[in-house]
């Protein structure tokens, strides 16, 4: 059963989507925010598996909601599902540890998917809003390398490593395909983040989805 907060100053939108999601057998909507601190206090004591997080609300914004909950509650995944498509509200709820971000005029059967596979360890993005992102990817510094140039300073093994992540795989997917135990694969994944310059796995994914042509054209172990 998949345990789930929703978190939306429209009290509307809240009720539709708990009637839409109540007709599924392993979700379960277990409680509801009308802001960023009201979710995270919510958060705290129902112990949800995914958040459904808007992303403009009063009192406290859900990006900054998203940062917290991703800190302090890591078992805990943030999937935003807003009304706009802006570039900055899309970088800035990444970057905050989003596992993904979806539009509220998506249809449900999609919206049921993603959320499956966010639980799963997934990244889901709304069609069109990867590319909206591409651009605002972190770079080490201002006078960094072109991303291609980067990649191929990289150790092979890593490289394996974050072209799966861009796949879509979870670590212990990972390491069943390149023959690694979890915890080396998980060491890989820190010291991409670290050579990188990226804040979490979501962002790598994203990383690893806008060099794909070059990673596929780089020898692989």
């Given at each position: 059963?998949?345990?789930?907060?929703?978190?939306?100053?429209?009290?509307?939108?809240?009720?539709?989507?708990?009637?839409?999601?109540?007709?599924?057998?392993?979700?379960?909507?277990?409680?509801?925010?009308?802001?960023?601190?009201?979710?995270?206090?919510?958060?705290?004591?129902?112990?949800?598996?995914?958040?459904?997080?808007?992303?403009?609300?009063?009192?406290?914004?859900?990006?900054?909601?998203?940062?917290?909950?991703?800190?302090?509650?890591?078992?805990?995944?943030?999937?935003?599902?807003?009304?706009?498509?802006?570039?900055?509200?899309?970088?800035?709820?990444?970057r905050?540890?989003?596992?993904?971000?979806?539009?509220k005029?998506?249809p449900?059967?999609?919206?049921?998917?993603?959320?499956?596979f966010?639980?799963?360890?997934?990244?889901?993005?709304?069609?069109?809003?990867?590319?909206?992102?591409?651009t605002?990817?972190?770079?080490?510094?201002?006078?960094?390398?072109?991303?291609?140039?980067?990649?191929?300073?990289?150790?092979?093994?890593?490289?394996?490593?974050?072209?799966?992540?861009?796949?879509?795989?979870?670590?212990?997917?990972?390491?069943?395909?390149?023959?690694?135990?979890?915890?080396?694969?998980?060491?890989?994944?820190?010291?991409?983040?670290?050579?990188?310059?990226?804040?979490?796995?979501?962002?790598?994914?994203?990383?690893?989805?806008?060099?794909?042509?070059?990673?596929?054209?780089?020898?692989?172990?």
């Open positions: 059963m998949i345990r789930l907060l929703l978190v939306d100053d429209q009290s509307l939108i809240c009720q539709g989507l708990q009637a839409v999601l109540a007709q599924e057998a392993d979700l379960q909507v277990v409680g509801s925010a009308g802001n960023g601190e009201a979710a995270i206090a919510q958060v705290s004591a129902l112990q949800p598996d995914v958040v459904l997080m808007d992303i403009r609300m009063p009192v406290m914004t859900g990006i900054e909601a998203t940062r917290l909950i991703v800190e302090q509650f890591p078992n805990t995944k943030v999937l935003v599902l807003s009304t706009f498509d802006d570039d900055r509200d899309i970088a800035q709820a990444m905050a540890g989003a596992k993904g971000y979806l539009l005029d998506m449900a059967p999609e919206l049921i998917e993603a959320i499956r966010v639980y799963r360890g997934y990244c889901q993005m709304a069609p069109g809003l990867m590319e909206k992102l591409l605002n990817v972190p770079d080490n510094d201002s006078d960094q390398q072109n991303i291609a140039e980067e990649v191929k300073q990289l150790p092979a093994r890593e490289r394996d490593v974050l072209c799966l992540i861009g796949q879509g795989c979870t670590n212990r997917e990972i390491a069943t395909q390149l023959h690694l135990a979890e915890g080396t694969v998980k060491t890989y994944v820190t010291h991409l983040l670290n050579r990188l310059a990226l804040r979490n796995r979501s962002q790598l994914a994203i990383y690893a989805n806008s060099i794909s042509a070059t990673l596929k054209e780089l020898p692989r172990c």
